[in-house]
């Protein structure tokens, strides 16, 4: 049975930080592109950040210099470092996992199609 369980979220005054965690189970986690997303209240879901199975790493434009995707392959674990956290960061974050090369190529706002694993994320607050 695949699970993704994220963890790590809360609520942090602007420029704080916060360390998402995302603990995989279920799947051969070496052969999947591993991601984050996130998805603002009345908005669409949007990829944030992306490690593919070969460690190519990639961020979407508003989140580049301030957030960091790594993983832990031993203990099947993804994590997002989230630094100088605005407003607009405010979201509920998931971690995806999709087939490897499924989601090679796809725009940024595409990206969650090709996803085929989903975690039922956790909240982050970020007060101003």
């Known amino acids: 049975q695949v699970q993704l369980e994220e963890s790590g979220g809360g609520s942090v005054q602007t420029g704080g930080s916060l360390r998402l965690s995302c603990a995989a189970s279920?799947?051969?986690?070496?052969?999947?592109?591993m991601a984050w997303f996130r998805q603002a209240p009345g908005k669409k879901r949007e990829g944030v950040a992306v490690?593919?199975?070969?460690?190519?790493?990639s961020y979407t434009d508003s989140v580049k210099g301030r957030f960091t995707i790594s993983q832990d392959k031993a203990n099947k674990t993804l994590y997002l470092q989230m630094n100088s956290l605005r407003p607009e960061d405010t979201a509920m974050y998931y971690c995806?996992?999709?087939?490897?090369?499924?989601?090679?190529?796809?725009?940024?706002?595409?990206?969650?199609?090709?996803?085929?694993?989903w975690g039922k994320g956790t909240l982050v607050t970020i007060s101003s």
């Open positions: 995806a996992a999709a087939q490897r090369g499924a989601v090679c190529g796809l725009p940024w706002t595409h990206l969650h199609y090709g996803m085929d694993y």
């Open positions: 279920g799947f051969i986690y070496t052969r999947y592109t």
């Open positions: 490690l593919d199975s070969d460690g190519e790493i």
